[in-house]
């Protein structure tokens, strides 16, 4: 399924963005969703999910700062990301979580952090 990310942008540290992904309905539709993320020279990371009902979870180095939500009759998933740090800076990209479950990964949307 298809997979549209956008809201990246460069930041100073401390700054905030919001992400967003729009999915098709076969993609998003009854499935948790999630963002990774791939900092240079790095492999992708999770970094958080949200389940079909509303449920979240977050990698510890984002928790209380990066918050993940979904519109369902939208098919859109949003990462709101607060107090942004240089270690933030990354592609961010959203699929299902597991990803495995669709192959098709977005181009994704660079978030640069300054410090």
């Known amino acids: 399924g298809q997979l549209v990310e956008s809201g990246g942008d460069l930041v100073q540290a401390g700054g905030s963005l919001r992400l967003s992904c729009a999915a098709s309905g076969s993609t998003f539709s009854g499935n948790a969703m999630g963002w990774y993320r791939q900092a240079p020279g790095k492999q992708r990371e999770y970094v958080a999910t949200?389940?079909?009902?509303?449920?979240?979870d977050y990698v510890d180095s984002v928790k209380g700062r990066f918050t993940i939500s979904r519109d369902n009759a939208k098919n859109v998933v949003y990462l709101q990301m607060n107090s942004l740090k240089p270690e933030d800076t990354a592609v961010y990209y959203c699929?299902?979580?597991?990803?495995?479950?669709?192959?098709?990964w977005g181009q994704g949307t660079q978030v640069t952090v300054s410090s």
């Open positions: 699929n299902t979580v597991p990803s495995f479950k669709n192959p098709n």
């Open positions: 949200i389940s079909s009902g509303g449920s979240t």
